[in-house]
């Protein structure tokens, strides 16, 4: 079909892979091809970094990670699908082992050993986005989650008054939140665990004593006691302690409000000058000082101890305890984890400018938080909007594998440990040490179990390519929908062109499991961003430039249908912009971005509905859904009217064949397709090249039982450009889907029997075959050793007539292309029974007919009811001995092989005797 664009405005950039959000996630992920020198400290590498080395108590014992290798998967995806394996490959790590002597100050290096150790099998990801788990394709869904960093909070007492807080969420570690109460005393929770006041945290990381608190926070100016002070003091307060000169007892604390009495008994102290605190009017002016009267500590030391009894009660604390607990709460890189991610959210929010390998606490971060929070009483900067796509990041299939490694390989490193202090010290090596079980387990767990891993949903191209690009807020760390409120599941004005704002189920998960925008894509700190064309004073430029939802928010950008003329600029003078959620009317000179398509607020699945702006979003939404649930019929047809989405869907959801190289196709039949390719000979080359053989899926379950079919396209001779669509998959029509039928539709009453939700079909749809689709379902029987004997897959069945057996083979098993309805015996299978008091007539019969019939009972494998259509295929898998089918199809595909490899060979000889003729001519 010719297709024809009615597009008034076409898109101003490349959409990107649909794919990609799987793809480049988990190769990053595995660094899969760069070579091990030139692998970056990320991924898997990363990981393995973090946790080795791993040394033993006495450190006589060091085990490093040197580099890690993946090894060829056992079997092909095709096998993988056929056997109920996971398609994987084994993952071989490089460990060095280094014991060393002599005292703990000069340990000298006794032996080095290195070794490859064997971390079990890893799933290896397709190239269609999907991973094959025990013989079934399941999808790892991203998933939204809150972002590590800092967040502030506002709410409003009872009394009305406003109070705020600020929470710093780790990616690893314990949560600390400061909060603001009505007497503006600040509080700090750590774990949620019983408040504090922030002070004595302040104390605890450093600024010990009052006036170090008051230096840190205000600015302070000194006051001389002459006769005038005296008389008439400012009303202000001490910044600092006056201690009494003779007993050494505290005379006034920090805080004090001074007057008459306080400054004369100040002067009779012997201090001709005190630092003070001016009075200020502000609400915010005096937080601090309130806490540290409210504080019981005074000293760096009775913090320490004070957070140490409130994060262990009942222990008794030593000095050295509460210092490691502190150490390990904020500052040890082993147990706390901002992440790059967090320590560039808390660097944006606070505008510092710490690196960002840095991910545990500094001091400043303190300070600058509890001083942001300070001035949000007076209404000096902003709190934060939880559902602000800033605020919220996507969790992609690499991130939650090494997750999934970071757990696996810390219990790894715990046995280890234990290992090297238990084990006979001469014989130990990397991989008596190494226990592989503990990663597979974890990583099985992950994918046989989790929320996130899910049995791909393949009804169509649509359904499949929808599943890989879906984000769930669900899942452990996410939401439950139980208490998931209205805020979170309704669209946010940062949605637009990251997430799509229709597409979501209809039922309790609404608005928490949506789809990526047609042009989003994800960035290396897991924020979506969406591509804008760049305006410079009126005109638009060619500069593509993705920008994340914090970074649009300060720009104003225009729609994609707003008019340019031929230079690029803008026809109207005035137009609509929008900025976060605001649409204000403004000068062409003022827009700083432009939309680069009309599509890209919408959902793949949304994008393929024609005339979408003039459907109602809740009707579109179930178009959406409904598109998905569309089976593949037996004759496609592509739509009349399309969006020019359909082909891009077809191919990126890799259910079309598309050529690798150029050339010219030499054989075409329903199961492949050859093609010569067209390659540029170097001079000195014998001139053989191999043909690109295409082996096409014929009638292959899917996992909802729908038929995967791929028919060819290219015809015998055609000249093929690399790329090209060679054969259509299930729902392709030419390349493009084909979900459905272009019928005729009326919409009319007619005689009353289509009220409400009846409809009228014509006679030739059924006869047709428009809408008819083919089913494939697979039937299992497995045959054992029992107790009584071994199961026996027989044609010999007893009490069955001969007609019942008419479709089975020698072996009992149906044969292929057999038509069979409910009832039908697919597998006769038989079962020793057990032992019985016969009566008299029963051994009558047994003295006539024989002793066999009586010791098996019918097992066999039968259609269930409802059921009637054409056996296709058949297997016999065995674990003992090869069948004689098994041997003899190894035995035909053997002969394939040696048969094609001959031709290759005769094809090479003549090539060469060719060329050495050539070479030779005129020589002798």
Not at 53 to 66: F, G, K
Not at 348 to 375: A, C, M
Not at 731 to 743: D, Q
Request: charged share 30%.
């Amino acid at each position: 079909m010719t297709r024809h664009s009615y597009a008034a405005i076409p898109d101003a950039c490349e959409m990107p892979n649909l794919l990609d959000v799987q793809l480049s996630s988990y190769n990053s992920f595995l660094q899969i091809g760069v070579p091990i020198h030139k692998r970056t400290d990320t991924g898997l590498n990363r990981i393995f970094k973090e946790i080795f080395p791993v040394t033993d108590v006495h450190e006589n014992y060091s085990l490093e990670y040197v580099s890690y290798h993946l090894g060829p998967s056992r079997y092909s995806i095709r096998e993988c699908r056929e056997r109920n394996m996971t398609f994987a490959v084994p993952l071989k790590v490089t460990m060095r082992l280094i014991a060393r002597q002599g005292e703990s100050d000069e340990k000298q290096v006794k032996d080095i050993v290195e070794q490859d150790v064997y971390l079990g099998e890893l799933p290896l990801i397709t190239e269609w986005g999907t991973f094959i788990v025990n013989g079934a394709e399941r999808v790892i869904v991203s998933q939204l989650h809150r972002s590590p960093g800092v967040f502030f909070d506002e709410s409003i007492h009872p009394n009305g008054k406003k109070l705020h807080s600020a929470r710093v969420i780790p990616y690893r570690g314990s949560w600390v939140e400061f909060a603001l109460d009505i007497n503006d005393i600040m509080w700090v929770y750590i774990d949620s665990k019983r408040k504090l006041p922030a002070t004595a945290l302040m104390r605890a990381i450093g600024y010990s004593t009052d006036e170090d608190l008051i230096d840190l926070y205000y600015t302070t100016s000194k006051l001389s006691l002459t006769a005038k002070t005296l008389e008439n003091p400012p009303g202000a307060f001490l910044a600092e302690t006056i201690i009494d000169k003779e007993t050494g007892e505290i005379l006034f604390p920090v805080g004090t409000p001074i007057d008459e009495d306080v400054a004369l008994k100040i002067k009779e102290n012997g201090k001709k000058s005190i630092k003070i605190l001016p009075k200020d009017d502000k609400r915010n002016a005096y937080v601090v000082l309130n806490t540290i009267k409210k504080d019981p500590t005074k000293s760096r030391e009775e913090a320490l101890v004070k957070i140490y009894s409130l994060m262990r009660p009942g222990e008794p604390p030593t000095m050295e305890m509460a210092e490691s607990l502190l150490e390990k709460l904020f500052f040890s890189n082993k147990r706390y984890d901002l992440g790059e991610v967090g320590r560039y959210m808390i660097n944006q929010r606070l505008g510092l400018e710490t690196p960002l390998d840095h991910t545990v606490f500094k001091n400043e971060d303190f300070v600058s938080i509890t001083t942001y929070l300070i001035g949000l009483c007076n209404d000096i900067g902003f709190t934060d909007d939880i559902d602000h796509l800033g605020n919220r990041r996507a969790r992609t299939v690499g991130e939650l594998m090494a997750n999934l490694f970071s757990v696996g390989l810390s219990r790894v490193a715990r046995t280890i440990r234990e290992r090297l202090s238990l084990k006979d010290q001469e014989n130990v090596t990397p991989q008596l040490l190494v226990n592989a079980r503990t990663v597979s387990s974890v990583i099985e767990s992950f994918f046989g179990s989790s929320q996130l891993s899910q049995f791909m949903d393949q009804t169509n191209p649509l359904a499949e390519l929808t599943h890989k690009r879906r984000l769930s807020a669900l899942g452990p760390g996410g939401l439950t929908r139980e208490r998931a409120g209205f805020e979170v599941r309704d669209v946010h004005h940062t949605h637009y062109g990251r997430m799509c704002p229709i597409e979501t189920p209809e039922g309790p998960n609404i608005g928490l499991i949506t789809s990526l925008a047609t042009f989003a894509r994800i960035n290396k700190y897991g924020f979506l961003e969406t591509p804008y064309r760049k305006v410079v004073k009126g005109r638009v430029i060619n500069d593509i430039q993705y920008l994340s939802a914090d970074e649009e928010d300060r720009y104003l950008i225009a729609q994609a249908n707003e008019p340019l003329d031929q230079k690029g600029k803008f026809v109207n003078e005035f137009l609509v912009a929008r900025k976060r959620s605001d649409y204000p009317s403004i000068k062409a000179s003022e827009v700083e971005y432009m939309d680069v398509s009309t599509r890209q607020t919408v959902s793949v699945a949304a994008s393929l509905i024609p005339f979408l702006e003039h459907d109602d979003a809740n009707r579109a939404l179930m178009g959406s859904n409904m598109q998905r649930q569309a089976v593949p019929l037996l004759r496609t047809e592509a739509p009349v009217v399309g969006t020019g989405m359909e082909r891009r869907v077809a191919v990126d959801a890799g259910v079309v064949v598309r050529a690798k190289r150029p050339g010219t196709v030499t054989y075409v039949d329903a199961e492949k397709v050859v093609i010569r390719p067209k390659v540029r000979q170097k001079p000195g080359e014998l001139g053989y090249i191999e043909d690109d053989v295409y082996e096409l899926i014929k009638y292959s379950r899917s996992n909802q039982d729908t038929c995967i079919n791929y028919t060819p396209v290219a015809r015998l001779g055609d000249v093929i450009a690399a790329g090209d669509i060679i054969a259509d998959g299930p729902a392709v029509s030419g390349g493009e889907l084909a979900l459905g039928n272009n019928t005729l539709v009326a919409f009319m009453p007619w005689r009353g029997y289509n009220y409400e939700d009846a409809i009228i079909l014509s006679e030739r749809l059924i006869v047709e075959d428009i809408f008819t689709s083919i089913h494939v379902e697979s039937y299992e029987l497995q045959v054992r050793d029992t107790k009584r004997g071994a199961e026996e897959i027989t044609r010999e069945i007893p009490n069955v007539s001969e007609e019942a057996l008419l479709n089975l083979d020698e072996r009992g098993i149906v044969r292929i292309g057999a038509e069979v309805e409910a009832g039908d015996i697919l597998v006769g299978k038989i079962t020793p029974k057990g032992e019985t008091e016969l009566s008299p007539e029963e051994r009558l019969l047994r003295a006539i007919f024989g002793e066999k019939a009586g010791d098996v009972r019918d097992a066999s494998l039968k259609a269930p009811p409802g059921m009637n259509g054409v056996v296709i295929n058949t297997r016999l898998f065995s674990r003992k001995e090869k069948t004689e089918e098994a041997k003899k199809e190894e035995k035909r595909e053997r002969a394939a092989i040696e048969r094609a490899f001959e031709k290759i060979l005769r094809t090479i000889v003549n090539l060469r005797n060719q060329r050495l003729g050539e070479l030779l001519e005129g020589q002798t």
